[in-house]
């Protein structure tokens, strides 16, 4: 039996090599030629493509810059919102310790930027009226009996104006 050279040895790894260098090379051309889902040329990526840069700067109600934290916390919700939007290779920074830039590949539509740009506040209100969140109760006879409808004729408006969201004002006899 004879033995392989080196040579021989080479020749069949060089030939593996170019047949499956041909296989993905079928394959691609499947995908443009036949699927047309694919392209000869490779996607650029942001660096290279170029995209929307948009530059936000903090505010805060007194005044003051604001802190590492709620630039961090932020840049948390801004990413959040570029991640929900469906982005990929979305760059969310910050710079000068007020501004924070984000960078996305492509172009934005205007539905991403009203997105990215929007400004969330946080409303509290206190509790007014809390009641049994039941549709029925128990009466004097011990049954339980479903809560009547209120009367149309009851008063629905406040008989004086509220002065804020907290004013009890706000109940009326059909609430």
Known sequence: MATSSPVRHAWRALIGLAAIIA???????????????????????LDLQGGTQI??????????????????????IIRQR???????EAD????????????????????????IEASAQLQLRAVLLAGNPANTFVGNDGKTTPYP????????TPTTSPTNGSDTAWITPAL
């Open 82 to 88: 570029v991640d929900a939007s469906g982005v990929g």
């Open 92 to 115: 969310v920074t910050t710079q000068s310790g007020n501004q924070i830039v984000v960078q996305l590949p492509g172009v934005a539509n205007e539905e991403q930027r009203n997105r």
């Open 23 to 45: 296989v993905l090379f079928g394959i691609n051309a499947l995908g443009v030629y036949v699927f047309q889902a694919s392209s000869w040329t490779p996607a650029l990526a």
């Open 55 to 76: 530059i936000l700067e903090a505010q805060t109600a007194d005044g003051s810059d604001p802190t590492t934290d709620q630039m961090n916390q932020a840049v948390t």
């Open 149 to 156: 409808t209120p009367a149309p004729t009851l008063q629905s």
